[in-house]
T-cell receptor
Framework: AQSVTQPDIHITVSEGASLELRCNYS??????LFWYVQSPGQGLQLLLK??????LVQGIKGFEAEFKRSQSSFNLRKPSVHWSDAAEYFC????????????FGQGTTLQVKP | EAGVTQSPTHLIKTRGQQATLRCSPI?????VYWYQQALGLGLQFLLW???????NRGNFPPRFSGRQFPNYSSELNVNALELEDSALYLC??????????????FGDGTRLSIL
């Protein structure tokens, strides 16, 4: 069965520090992978996506993610975190086949210390 | 370019009532998706519409239904509301039916509260 695991429910980093959010997936074929961010009271904003090709993808707001097939991972990184990055981050895979369905991880809440 | 817009922002209902949530996709997008984000349950896929037809539905009871209009906007209807239906309902849209290679773009959601 397809699934996404975000092992860290909550992460706290200091402003200016680097960030890595982990995402592991289980998928039968070459996956489509996404990272979304959700600020309080808002919807999901697409940060970046991986479909194929270069395994290091760049996104908005200075984020990047690396697809590692051997580890079934798609970790999100940012070299220097800003206070405005505090939010909940979701990794997603899919849609599988012709279902239209994205499968989301449970999310990681990022807190940024001043 | 306007993003996905949802209305209303908040909706308060009582048990047994019916709720209608609305979504306008990004211009040019033909596929509309609905997700439920309930506390403790994460983001769950509800429905997918494309070109006016329901293409797929998630593991939700039949009292969750919807439709897509000729202008590609969509409605989600929830009948016989239960307390557990309290959640943020998110609508997303994408460019075409083969959603795999087209990312889904989300609106800000409708917060449905059942009293």
């Amino acid at each position: 069965a397809q699934s996404v695991t975000q092992p860290d429910i909550h992460i706290t980093v200091s402003e200016g520090a680097s960030l890595e959010l982990r995402c592991n997936y289980s998928y039968g074929a070459t996956p489509y992978l996404f990272w979304y961010v959700q600020s309080p009271g808002q919807g999901l904003q697409l940060l970046l996506k991986y479909f194929s090709g270069d395994t290091l993808v760049q996104g908005i707001k200075g984020f990047e993610a690396e697809f590692k097939r051997s580890q079934s991972s798609f970790n999100l990184r940012k070299p220097s975190v800003h206070w405005s990055d505090a939010a909940e981050y979701f990794c997603a895979v899919g849609p599988s086949g012709n279902t239209g369905k994205l499968i989301f991880g449970q999310g990681t809440t990022l807190q940024v210390k001043p | 370019e306007a993003g996905v817009t949802q209305s209303p922002t908040h909706l308060i209902k009582t048990r047994g009532q019916q709720a209608t949530l609305r979504c306008s996709p990004i211009s040019g997008h033909t596929s509309v998706y609905w997700y439920q984000q309930a506390l403790g349950l994460g983001l769950q896929f509800l429905l997918w519409y494309d070109e006016g037809e329901e293409r797929n539905r998630g593991n939700f009871p039949p009292r969750f239904s919807g439709r897509q209009f000729p202008n590609y906007s969509s409605e989600l209807n929830v009948n016989a509301l239960e307390l557990e239906d309290s959640a943020l309902y998110l609508c997303a849209s994408s460019l075409n039916r083969q959603g795999g290679n087209q990312p889904q773009h989300f609106g800000d959601g409708t917060r449905l509260s059942i009293l």
